[in-house]
């Protein structure tokens, strides 16, 4: 007679109960994944359906009065008001408040500086006197140098490393652009005899400074963009142009921003272009009348705004143009821009009393609500601020 191993029968039945087992799992992760693919397609179509989603679920909604508070100076003038990296600064009476994301005050500094203009990137913040002498560098909550330059100082420049540029009129000369190292160090200067600058930069490796002119002293206005080598600049200055860019006859440049491996973006006043291996390309036409805005101080990307329709039902949509790929998010939103605000991969659009806080993908990262208009909007790297006549609210992003 043969015997039968029950211990045999036992494992084949186990085996075909795991079996069963790996099978109801694998279904429901599936369903789980159409569910969720449903979901994020209705989300990215159904506008209903993401604003509802948004407020009730990833609560990014926000209204006024439930964040950080810095309360404001009697007749602060808007321009000393600064975001920068994780801080706000607070410019009164030659005194910078620098304060953190909780709405605390993190350090003062004395300035010599009443009434500035300035420039930000990474932690550095350049600051000038509008139309004066005075220049300084802050990174952090530490000033690293001061300057009292010959000139008034027009345009100030910072890039991520703390190398430093700045427009001046007011010498024998209509404008001289003057270039500082980290460490303050005056590394050349640039002089313009005939036209006027409009915007400096420096490249993320610190090899390169572009500036943006326009020469208006012949019958129709003429506008380059111009890229100097910064270590030809200190000992061969007469050859240190590397490329000259013209615009077309009657554009005027008023923007620059360079992104990584050197692309060189450039707003006209009614296009967009992008400057790689000394080749100069349109990427987007501004020209129409319905565009409002546009905004290329983003991380390989720039913003320009539409309006759809206007009156008691405006609508806009904020297009976000990819400068790698040339692929375009669309964010619409119901109302009308007052102004915008963009900085590496967010940008801020202001409706007067709401400001929606946008990604390069076009994805809503948070809406604030006011029960009041909205004076302006500071935004930095990791933080925002809404200005009010009396306060700034903190906003982290």
């Known amino acids: 007679m043969q015997l039968i191993s029950f211990n045999k029968y036992k494992k084949t039945k186990n085996k075909g109960k795991l079996n069963r087992k790996k099978v109801i799992i694998i279904v429901t992760i599936i369903v789980i994944l159409i569910v969720m693919a449903i979901l994020t397609a209705i989300y990215m179509m159904n506008r209903t359906f993401r604003d509802n989603v948004d407020k009730y679920i990833f609560?990014?909604?926000?209204?006024?009065?439930?964040?950080?508070?810095?309360?404001?100076?009697?007749?602060?003038?808007?321009?000393?008001?600064?975001?920068?990296?994780?801080?706000i600064g607070i410019l009164n009476k030659s005194i910078l408040n620098i304060y953190t994301t909780n709405g605390n005050k993190e350090k003062e500094?004395?300035?010599?500086?009443?009434?500035?203009?300035?420039?930000?990137?990474?932690?550095?913040?350049?600051?000038?006197?509008?139309?004066?002498?005075?220049?300084?560098?802050?990174?952090?909550?530490?000033?690293?140098?001061?300057?009292?330059?010959?000139?008034?100082?027009?345009?100030?420049?910072?890039?991520?490393?703390?190398?430093?540029?700045?427009?001046?009129?007011?010498?024998?000369?209509?404008?001289?652009?003057?270039?500082?190292?980290?460490?303050?160090?005056?590394?050349?200067?640039?002089?313009?005899?005939?036209?006027?600058?409009?915007?400096?930069?420096?490249?993320?490796?610190?090899?390169?400074?572009a500036y943006g002119e326009v020469d208006a002293s012949g019958s129709f206005i003429q506008s380059n963009v111009k890229i100097i080598s910064i270590e030809k600049a200190?000992?061969?200055?007469?050859?240190?142009?590397?490329?000259?860019?013209?615009?077309?006859?009657?554009?005027?440049?008023?923007?620059?921003?360079?992104?990584?491996?050197?692309?060189?973006?450039?707003?006209?006043?009614?296009?967009?272009?992008?400057?790689?291996?000394?080749?100069?390309?349109?990427?987007?036409?501004?020209?129409?009348?319905?565009?409002?805005?546009?905004?290329?101080?983003?991380?390989?990307?720039?913003?320009?705004?539409?309006?759809?329709?206007?009156?008691?039902?405006?609508?806009?949509?904020?297009?976000?143009?990819n400068i790698t790929n040339n692929k375009n998010n669309v964010y619409n939103i119901d109302g009308a821009a007052t102004s915008i605000k963009a900085l590496e991969n967010v940008i801020a659009v202001n409706l007067g009393t709401e400001v929606d806080f946008i990604n390069t993908n076009g994805w809503l990262i948070k809406k604030y609500n006011s029960s009041t208009e909205i004076n302006d909007i500071l935004l930095g790297e990791n933080i925002a601020g809404i200005v009010y006549s009396d306060k700034i609210e903190i906003i982290n992003l």
Not at 65 to 85: C, F, K, M, V
Not at 170 to 179: A, D, L, M
Not at 262 to 289: A, F, G, Q
């Open 234 to 321: 200190q000992t061969d200055p007469s050859n240190s142009i590397e490329y000259i860019y013209p615009a077309e006859s009657k554009e005027i440049i008023v923007d620059l921003k360079y992104q990584d491996n050197n692309k060189l973006i450039c707003m006209y006043d009614d296009s967009i272009h992008i400057i790689e291996n000394n080749s100069d390309k349109k990427i987007l036409d501004i020209s129409n009348t319905k565009n409002t805005f546009a905004d290329i101080n983003l991380k390989d990307n720039v913003v320009c705004i539409t309006e759809k329709s206007s009156g008691l039902f405006a609508n806009i949509d904020v297009e976000i143009t």
């Open 109 to 209: 500094l004395e300035v010599e500086i009443s009434s500035c203009i300035y420039d930000t990137a990474n932690r550095f913040l350049a600051m000038a006197e509008n139309e004066g002498s005075k220049l300084e560098l802050i990174s952090g909550t530490d000033i690293l140098w001061k300057k009292d330059i010959e000139g008034n100082i027009e345009h100030i420049y910072v890039n991520k490393n703390g190398y430093v540029s700045i427009i001046i009129t007011g010498t024998s000369h209509k404008n001289v652009i003057v270039t500082y190292n980290p460490e303050g160090t005056e590394l050349f200067r640039t002089f313009l005899s005939q036209t006027t600058a409009t915007d400096v930069e420096i490249s993320n490796d610190n090899k390169y400074l």
């Open 59 to 87: 609560r990014k909604n926000i209204e006024e009065n439930n964040g950080p508070t810095i309360e404001l100076p009697s007749q602060i003038e808007s321009n000393n008001l600064i975001a920068y990296n994780n801080y």
